[in-house]
């Protein structure tokens, strides 16, 4: 849903005077938004919506308001005293470190590819050098891209060939995340071809003789389409190198025979590093399950593959990898932890059979290596790195590691990641609390060293910080996870500005990560607090499914269990005490502040989804009702009105303090998300704190976003918390 930032500039100063002037003000002059109501009446119950013309952000109207309140929260945040020395300090911590990398991947030769972004760079630069040792070589570098065209771009994904020759990566700009694929020659530094559009989701699949490569591509819609078409009917294609030729047709669709798939769905695929199997597997937008369908790789080239269904949703697999005619898979059906079970390619009709049954451990994800398959497992919120041999008998062995913390396991099945069947052992980034990121290489052995591609600052294991792990009792009993940090000796009297972090959705948990960011906020003497409410994954499905759909209203009543222990035990107090959440995290903050606005003295709301009820309208909504549900029926629209912020908003209440912020050209949640919960707050509020629209013009959703664009997001998020908290040092300037 990315629209040119600069046509809409033109748009918005060609009416914006007129606009301006039709609109009632404020006392200071910032626009107000009318109220337009429309009503929708779902199974007997009508709900009022006052600005949903708002969701037209084109709009002269519209888009004026917006531009208008975002104009004045840039103004009122760098009106903040403490603002810029707190950009300042968190630029000096960002530029400690001389470089960062991330998405690393090996390939024939000892040849390492991956993303780096040195403490000069503005964007991460896609990178190689043959041996660990060797000479960085700059394959992609966005930030000359930028300076070519006036905006920033981003690298979305990249996946080298298994014999090093070629890599095949997605580049976007302004944060849009709508990516074309390029395929580069790594000899002659030269991309092949042009750029294949609509690659947005990428997942590169190469095949084993490096000749040619499946990749998912979005339908070309048609003038006029909604905008719920956008994910339909997605496929899977090939292009053959050495020149870079679309096949004329897709390998996987909706229209593939012997694949059972509906147009919301999206297939990718897999080939067998050994080149005997080509592995098809569908999802349903954000839903963890999946189905997955073999063909062989013959079949395939020769172009009418037969394809036969292997797993399908009701076996409940998360997580496939693949070794020697057998498939390895991660299923939560009839065990809430998880277990990994093994099937036999070369048996149609076989049943899988538990390899590695349940346990007090929640098995996360599996990777196939060369010499063994390794499990990632969550004990608690550390991870563990275990592996088994894949030869009958084996027994599952630890591998230990340097620290107790949090590692991904990758799951490409053929293709690079940190477990890669073409190679033995694992390469893993592990890090925790209170230690910084660092990429280890863990041998066939067990013996694991640091490979040195991840510099080390000066500022990665600070020793005055600590961390305590706490079971908070919630509303019902349950038990939540509470992670607190801060510097040793920090007194529990209610004093300490206090931010209190979380997501709870889709599963996911939030483990045991350094951030230099969050330094920044303990060098003002904060506390940081990171919640895993229902909703997460940190003990398994059961877990998961307890803030999901119709239970999600545990989420926010654990997040407000989790605030009241802080207050509770001296760590904070409601005139000290903030909440941060994200994208489906804004459903949690949000609806947190309208269930206890008397407990916080501020919230950010970043990127959210705060309409709910009308999220399933958009482009990315579609993808999004197997986690959220739909208003087609009586059990989703209840659901959807319960987790909905702008629908329990309510007038005559005294909120807190509101920073809503989104970037303009996200594809995920569209910023009239935003918007709306400004322009409904700004009404409803009777406190009198401030609510602030910031608009990022230049990004989306966060990913792509650069380096200036993040070191000012933090310093404006933690500038206004601090004044909100009523910090001598932050108050506005006179």
């Not at 060369?370 to 497992?377: G, V």
């Not at 659901?639 to 920073?659: E, F, H, I, R």
């Amino acid at each position: 849903m990315a629209t040119a930032c600069n046509k809409l500039i033109l748009r918005w100063y060609t009416g914006a005077l007129l606009a301006l002037m039709a609109l009632p003000t404020l006392a200071d002059n910032l626009p107000t938004a009318a109220v337009r109501k429309v009503d929708d009446t779902y199974y007997g119950t009508t709900i009022s919506d006052n600005y949903r013309y708002f969701e037209d952000v084109k709009n002269t109207e519209v888009a004026t308001w917006i531009k208008a309140h975002s104009d004045h929260a840039y103004k009122t945040l760098n009106h903040i005293n403490g603002r810029d020395a707190l950009l300042a300090d968190l630029s000096k911590l960002e530029a400690s470190v001389s470089g960062r990398v991330y998405a690393v991947n090996r390939a024939a030769g000892d040849t390492w590819f991956y993303e780096n972004r040195g403490a000069n760079d503005n964007q991460f630069k896609l990178c190689m050098r043959v041996g660990l040792n060797g000479k960085e070589v700059v394959l992609v570098d966005p930030d000359k891209i930028a300076k070519r065209t006036g905006k920033p771009h981003a690298i979305n994904y990249s996946m080298p060939s298994p014999d090093g020759r070629y890599i095949a990566y997605g580049l976007s700009q302004q944060g849009s995340e709508s990516a074309s694929l390029y395929l580069l020659d790594v000899r002659t530094g030269r991309n092949i071809g042009k750029p294949i559009t609509r690659a947005d989701f990428g997942w590169p699949d190469w095949a084993p003789d490096s000749k040619s490569l499946h990749f998912i591509r979005l339908q070309a819609l048609k003038p006029g389409a909604p905008a719920t078409d956008k994910f339909l009917h997605a496929a899977v294609w090939r292009v053959d190198l050495p020149n870079a030729k679309l096949a004329p047709a897709p390998l996987i669709s909706d229209q593939t025979p012997g694949i059972d798939m509906r147009a919301e769905e999206t297939p990718f695929s897999d080939t067998s590093a050994d080149g005997r199997w080509v592995f098809a597997s569908v999802v349903n937008g954000v839903q963890r399950e999946r189905k997955m369908y073999v063909a062989s790789a013959a079949d395939v080239k020769a172009g009418k593959p037969p394809w036969r269904k292997l797993i399908d949703y009701q076996d409940e697999t998360t997580n496939v990898v693949y070794m020697n005619d057998k498939i390895y898979l991660v299923s939560h059906k009839k065990a809430p932890r998880s277990e990994v079970k093994v099937l036999d390619v070369t048996k149609p009709g076989a049943i899988p059979e538990t390899l590695i049954a349940e346990s007090k451990r929640v098995i996360v994800s599996i990777g196939a290596a060369a010499d063994a398959l390794y499990i990632e497992s969550r004990e608690g919120n550390i991870k563990r790195l275990s592996k088994l041999d894949y030869q009958a008998g084996a027994r599952q062995q630890d591998v230990k590691l340097p620290l107790d913390g949090t590692f991904v396991l990758d799951e490409m099945e053929s293709n690079g990641g940190a477990a890669n069947p073409r190679f033995p052992g694992v390469v893993l980034d592990l890090q925790s609390w209170t230690q910084a990121r660092q990429l280890y290489s863990v041998a066939a052995d067990g013996t694991v060293t640091n490979t040195g591609l991840q510099p080390i600052g000066p500022y990665d294991a600070p020793s005055d910080i600590e961390t305590r792990e706490v079971l908070v009792p919630s509303h019902d009993g349950a038990l939540v996870p509470m992670s607190i940090i801060y510097r040793k000796g920090t007194k529990l009297d209610g004093s300490n500005p206090t931010l209190l972090y979380g997501y709870a959705a889709y599963g996911m948990t939030e483990e045991p990560r350094y951030s230099l960011y969050r330094l920044a906020w303990l060098n003002r003497g904060g506390i940081w607090a990171v919640a895993n409410p229902r909703g997460s994954g940190v003990f398994g499905e059961e877990w998961y499914r307890g803030g999901y759909k119709a239970t999600k209203p545990n989420t926010w009543k654990d997040f407000i269990a989790c605030a009241e222990y802080l207050i509770a035990q001296g760590y904070s107090k409601p005139a000290k005490l903030g909440i941060y959440g994200g994208s489906a995290g804004g459903i949690l903050v949000g609806r947190t502040m309208t269930e206890r606005p008397d407990l916080f003295a501020a919230v950010v709301s970043a990127v959210g989804v705060n309409d709910t009820l009308r999220f399933e309208f958009t482009s990315n909504g579609v993808t999004n009702i197997p986690e959220f549900g739909s208003v087609k029926t009586d059990a989703g629209f209840k659901a959807l009105l319960a987790m909905s912020t702008l629908a329990n908003v309510k007038d005559g209440t005294a909120y807190p303090a509101l920073l809503v912020y989104g970037g303009f050209n996200d594809p995920r949640v569209e910023i009239w998300h935003s918007a709306k919960l400004a322009a409904r707050v700004l009404a409803a509020s009777t406190s009198g704190k401030p609510v602030l629209l910031r608009v990022d013009y230049d990004s989306g959703h966060g990913i792509g976003s650069t380096k200036q664009q993040q070191l000012a997001e933090r310093a404006d998020i933690f500038a206004f918390l601090l004044w909100q908290f009523g910090q001598p040092e932050y108050a506005l300037k006179p």
